[in-house]
């Protein structure tokens, strides 16, 4: 086995010959060779030249081959020391390897090649020891930085977080006969779900409920986007009487626009609608959302019509206005999708129609569709979950 030439032998050896030998062999094979008589001169040569394995006798004069093992285990542990003793000394070998011997060869020495593959040996091991608490450094300054950036994102996240919660509109809002309520439970820290409800005018409320695809950051990131938007449209119509807030189709269109010239590799589905409390018609646009809305009057539900294409993949697309009367004691129920994966049915169709069972049997508050789902229990849920409902009191 090659060794590099910076690799440094110390031979401690009383027996000149034998010392000799071992050096003139070692050193015809690349090694730096160190040479000691006794253990002094070891301990002394050892501070001076630093060398990478010592090969020792045991039985030295002055200071024994185990001693110096003794000394080099506390002052060089990580340094591998072979000691050499003849087979009737064995106790000494066990007692050498007690304190920290790497290994050990037979004494005196028949076949050199066998003494220098125990040496490799012992320097290889001595290279992955090193190798492997490079490795554990390393690995605790990666897990100390990550650690570090952990807590940043944590920060970073709790005030995305916070802000998020601030942009959702008040709980039981009432506009006229009409109350809006809402609940959004992430699957992750942050939410890709959305729902706002605002007053146009003196007699309009606009609403809308939105799922970003994806969840965390990213998505909430266009939660926010979304929200800036539809207040900018709100503010055009109070400054300037632009008709684009009141107007659900074009808003999507408009939406649609905006979220795709953005080139954030994101969409999203909307149901976006306005509620006059005079006229009592609650006009709306679909944009690719599912579950579509429910209507439930007189203890029965169904979905409403609407289609259209998700907001964002195409820089233009066509939507279409729905329009209809809102009757005394009916409510409307909008979902995100993630309700769907909290119910427990085999296909689609099932957990459509145990939706619709469920909600009908409501009182058409948030509360009730709480523990009808069961929120409140699970720790955890697929996809983020949001509702919203729009109550008409008698």
Request: proline residues 5%; aromatic residues 10%; charged residues 25%.
């Given at each position: 086995?090659?060794?590099?030439?910076?690799?440094?032998?110390?031979?401690v050896?009383?027996?000149?010959?034998?010392?000799?030998?071992?050096?003139?062999?070692?050193?015809?094979?690349?090694?730096?060779?160190?040479?000691?008589?006794?253990?002094?001169?070891?301990?002394?040569?050892?501070?001076?030249?630093?060398?990478?394995?010592?090969?020792?006798?045991?039985?030295?004069p002055?200071?024994?081959?185990?001693?110096?093992?003794?000394?080099?285990?506390?002052?060089?542990?990580?340094?591998?020391?072979?000691?050499?003793?003849?087979?009737?000394?064995?106790?000494?070998?066990?007692?050498?390897?007690?304190?920290?011997?790497?290994?050990?060869?037979a004494?005196?020495?028949?076949?050199?090649?066998?003494?220098?593959?125990?040496?490799?040996?012992?320097?290889?091991?001595?290279?992955l020891?090193?190798?492997?608490?490079?490795?554990?450094?390393?690995?605790?300054?990666?897990?100390?930085?990550?650690?570090?950036?952990l807590?940043?994102?944590?920060?970073?996240q709790?005030a995305?977080?916070s802000?998020?919660?601030?942009?959702?509109?008040?709980?039981?809002?009432?506009?006229?006969?009409?109350?809006?309520?809402?609940?959004?439970?992430?699957?992750?820290?942050?939410?890709?779900?959305?729902?706002?409800?605002f007053?146009?005018?003196?007699?309009?409320?606009?609403?809308?409920?939105?799922?970003?695809?994806?969840?965390?950051?990213?998505?909430?990131?266009v939660?926010?986007?979304?929200?800036?938007?539809?207040?900018?449209?709100?503010?055009?119509?109070q400054?300037?009487?632009?008709?684009?807030?009141?107007?659900?189709?074009?808003?999507?269109?408009?939406?649609?626009?905006?979220?795709?010239?953005?080139?954030?590799?994101?969409?999203?589905?909307?149901?976006?609608?306005?509620?006059?409390?005079?006229?009592?018609?609650?006009?709306?646009?679909?944009?690719?959302?599912?579950?579509?809305?429910?209507?439930?009057?007189?203890?029965?539900?169904?979905?409403?019509?609407?289609?259209?294409?998700?907001?964002?993949?195409?820089?233009?697309?066509?939507?279409?206005?729905?329009?209809?009367?809102?009757?005394?004691?009916?409510?409307?129920?909008?979902?995100s999708?993630?309700?769907?994966?909290?119910?427990?049915?085999?296909?689609?169709?099932?957990?459509?129609?145990?939706?619709?069972?469920w909600?009908?049997?409501?009182?058409?508050?948030?509360?009730?569709?709480r523990?009808?789902?069961?929120?409140?229990?699970?720790?955890?849920?697929?996809?983020?979950?949001?509702?919203?409902?729009?109550?008409?009191?008698?």
């Amino acid at each position: 086995m090659s060794m590099k030439l910076t690799d440094k032998l110390m031979i401690v050896e009383n027996d000149m010959t034998s010392r000799q030998g071992l050096a003139d062999y070692f050193e015809d094979n690349g090694f730096d060779v160190v040479q000691a008589e006794n253990g002094k001169v070891a301990l002394d040569l050892f501070k001076e030249q630093k060398p990478d394995v010592v090969l020792t006798a045991l039985d030295l004069p002055e200071i024994s081959g185990v001693e110096v093992l003794e000394t080099l285990s506390k002052t060089s542990p990580n340094t591998p020391v072979v000691v050499a003793s003849e087979p009737s000394s064995m106790n000494d070998v066990i007692e050498a390897l007690r304190h920290g011997a790497w290994d050990y060869v037979a004494r005196p020495y028949t076949s050199f090649q066998v003494v220098e593959h125990v040496v490799c040996k012992a320097l290889e091991r001595a290279r992955l020891v090193e190798e492997n608490k490079r490795y554990r450094q390393q690995l605790e300054e990666t897990n100390q930085a990550l650690k570090k950036n952990l807590n940043i994102l944590q920060e970073d996240q709790e005030a995305g977080r916070s802000v998020q919660m601030r942009m959702l509109p008040e709980q039981d809002i009432k506009f006229g006969p009409y109350t809006f309520s809402h609940h959004v439970t992430p699957s992750l820290y942050l939410s890709g779900d959305f729902v706002d409800y605002f007053k146009i005018n003196d007699n309009t409320m606009g609403f809308y409920i939105a799922d970003i695809s994806g969840h965390g950051a990213a998505s909430a990131f266009v939660t926010v986007l979304l929200k800036s938007l539809i207040a900018l449209c709100l503010t055009k119509y109070q400054l300037h009487d632009n008709q684009l807030i009141l107007e659900p189709e074009k808003l999507l269109a408009y939406l649609a626009g905006e979220i795709h010239a953005a080139q954030l590799g994101k969409y999203l589905t909307i149901v976006y609608g306005t509620l006059n409390y005079e006229t009592h018609q609650l006009s709306y646009s679909v944009g690719g959302h599912f579950p579509n809305p429910i209507w439930v009057e007189n203890g029965k539900a169904h979905y409403i019509e609407g289609k259209g294409f998700p907001i964002g993949i195409m820089k233009q697309t066509n939507y279409q206005r729905v329009t209809i009367d809102f009757p005394k004691n009916v409510y409307l129920v909008l979902f995100s999708d993630g309700i769907l994966e909290i119910i427990r049915e085999p296909d689609l169709p099932s957990k459509e129609k145990t939706m619709l069972e469920w909600v009908a049997k409501g009182d058409g508050t948030i509360n009730y569709l709480r523990e009808r789902f069961k929120l409140k229990e699970q720790p955890y849920f697929p996809d983020d979950v949001t509702m919203m409902i729009v109550k008409r009191e008698s």
